[in-house]
């Protein structure tokens, strides 16, 4: 499929497949509509001076909107930026002139922020916007309609589809290169100012047809997700469902409970929910146990493998795998089989996907290591991201003269090359000189049966530099203290990973679908530091006492 565009794809299932399509809570869209109405929109888009090239951004919960809006962008070889709902206004502000938006299609609901973002926009001329902030931004559009100054009301926007003959976006589409870029998203932000990743659409469309076949995805199967349309893992559903010529489920804005009844109602049969953020609280919804989830039969999740184990055991009959990815290899570069021992899924995310390569290599000089040895991760194929938007140096540094991407993750591979993340090369702490992997507590304090969701961190410390620290989300109805966790570890591991802190959370600071560590980190040092804190504790326990 290295000669198809997104839009081709799209017709193609409009035309072989009318009775799937995609479902959000907000309504059901086949795909033969999905594709009369993208090219209705494309019009429209096109009535208000989007060409090819152009960025197209997104501010939008997850509905059926923020499908067609991409889709429509697409058509006609403008570039859609969707913007994490999240953001506050400062962010927002960035990333509006980052991405040198030209359009902005949002609701009512996100008005204020903007307006607060972006300066002058409550007193411009709707579609003829002059912002110092954002200078190329010309229109915002309220979709729901609002009359909010400064703004397209939706109505007017989808109204100018009349002005532009339907031959201009049949004629746009045709000329489409499929190694042009079709999406640009961003990264998280969890580490560094997110950085705009430009994908084209053979990077999308070979990534939906390589995920499609390691699933083994049929015609009947209803493939679920609750990761936003803001993220990698939504797009990457989207196109294995067109690619696998089956349904997409879409839980829109995340609730455990309605993500529950959507898998029981609509029959899901491949449910992509990734992150145990996500995951844990359906399994400890209260209507779980009572939850029809017959239909399910396969499960895509990360985790450490005492987790990924823990989770399998909570619904046996769906498979359960793993994989691994970022934005920068449009989500999935290595997955899991399902034809994989249990052990092998739990502990293991895979080898690449057909369309992939990968290496483990040491970190310093490059060099390949052997199976068994921890390295760094790096990639590259077809669904690697073309560069990094306005960052050509960060973008040379990270990817090499042969097209190898530097990951910045450590992972190890078996003899059968199968590839397990061990942690961030940036989340390894130094205490006192001992390497610890954040991921590796992680994994060992989430066997304690009241640990919920597990995040360490690093804590300044006069005496080691930096120790240990457990933020942990308990389970529902679950107790636990600081100590009962910490002697836990002791004599289980060794000493110098023990967490010498443990703070207990209800919610998580997010940039969407993870953790944003540094607030815990800065949260945790500034309670320090008002407190006088300057060396931890010793260990003190029943069982043991160390420095």
């Known amino acids: 499929m290295l000669d198809m565009t997104v839009p081709d794809l799209l017709d193609r299932r409009a035309a072989d497949t009318p009775d799937q399509g995609v479902a959000f809570p907000d309504g059901r869209c086949s795909y033969p509509e999905l594709a009369a109405q993208t090219r209705r929109l494309a019009q429209a888009l096109w009535a208000q001076g989007v060409r090819p090239g152009d960025s197209v951004g997104v501010l939008l919960h997850g509905g059926l909107d923020s499908v067609r809006m991409w889709l429509a962008a697409a058509r006609i070889g403008a570039v859609t930026v969707p913007v994490n709902v999240r953001l506050k206004a400062l962010e927002v502000a960035y990333l509006v002139e980052n991405a040198e938006l030209r ?81 640009m998203l961003y990264t998280s ?99 779980f146990d009572a939850a029809d989830l017959s239909a399910l039969r396969l499960v895509i999740n990360v985790g450490s493998p005492e987790r990924m184990r823990s989770m399998q055991a909570r619904l046996p009959h769906a498979v359960q795998l793993s994989c691994l990815g970022m934005t920068e290899s449009c989500g999935f570069c290595c997955m899991g089989s399902p ?50 938007h306005r960052d050509t140096e960060v973008t040379a540094h990270r990817i090499d003269a042969d097209g190898w991407f530097a990951s910045g993750d450590q992972v190890v591979a078996d003899d ?5 993340f061990l942690a961030r090369l940036s989340d390894i702490l130094k205490v006192g000189g001992e390497n610890v992997a954040a991921a590796e507590l992680e994994g060992f304090l989430s066997e304690h049966p ?33 100590q009962e966790l910490i002697d836990f570890c002791v004599g289980r591991i060794a000493t110098y990973k023990v967490p010498r802190y443990v703070r207990f959370v209800d919610e998580w600071p997010m940039s969407g679908t993870k953790v944003q560590k540094f607030r815990l980190r800065r949260l945790l040092t500034d309670e320090l530091a008002a407190r006088g804190v300057t060396e931890a504790p010793k260990i003190e326990s029943g069982r043991a006492a160390a420095g």
């Not at 926009?121 to 309220?142: E, I, K, S, Y």
């Open 416 to 420: 059968a090359g199968r590839l397990r």
């Open 450 to 482: 009241a640990a919920g969701i597990v995040q360490v961190v690093g804590a300044p410390d006069a005496r080691y530099s930096e120790v240990p620290a457990a933020f942990v989300q308990l389970r529902p109805g679950a107790s636990a203290t600081e």
């Open 103 to 183: 359009i902005l299609l949002t609701t009512s609901e996100f008005v204020a922020l903007l307006t607060e973002a972006l300066p002058g926009l409550d007193t411009g001329h709707p579609g003829r916007l002059r912002l110092a902030a954002a200078p190329q931004l010309h229109t915002v559009v309220t979709l729901d309609g609002s009359t909010a100054a400064g703004c397209l009301p939706g109505a007017e926007f989808e109204g100018g589809a009349a002005s532009v003959p339907a031959e201009r976006v049949s004629a746009a589409q045709e000329s489409l290169d499929p190694a042009d870029a079709v999406v």
């Open 339 to 388: 034809d994989d021992p249990a052990e092998v899924r739990a502990t293991t995310s895979g080898v690449p996907l057909r369309h992939m390569q990968a290496r483990v290599v040491d970190p310093e000089t490059g060099a390949d290591v052997p199976a068994g040895t921890p390295g760094e991760f790096r990639f590259r194929g077809v669904s690697r991201m073309l560069r990094y």
């Open 189 to 287: 932000g969890t580490t560094s100012r997110p950085r705009g990743c430009l994908h084209s659409h053979t990077s999308l469309v070979e990534e939906g047809g390589a995920v499609a076949e390691r699933l083994g995805l049929r015609p009947d199967d209803r493939f679920w997700t609750p990761l936003p349309m803001f993220h990698c893992g939504g797009f990457d559903v989207a196109m294995a469902a067109l690619a696998g010529r089956c349904g997409m489920v879409h839980v829109g804005t995340f609730d455990a409970g309605r993500a529950l009844r959507q898998l029981v109602e609509q029959r899901c049969t491949v449910g992509f929910p990734a992150f145990e953020t996500i995951w844990l609280p359906v399994l400890d919804h209260p209507g």
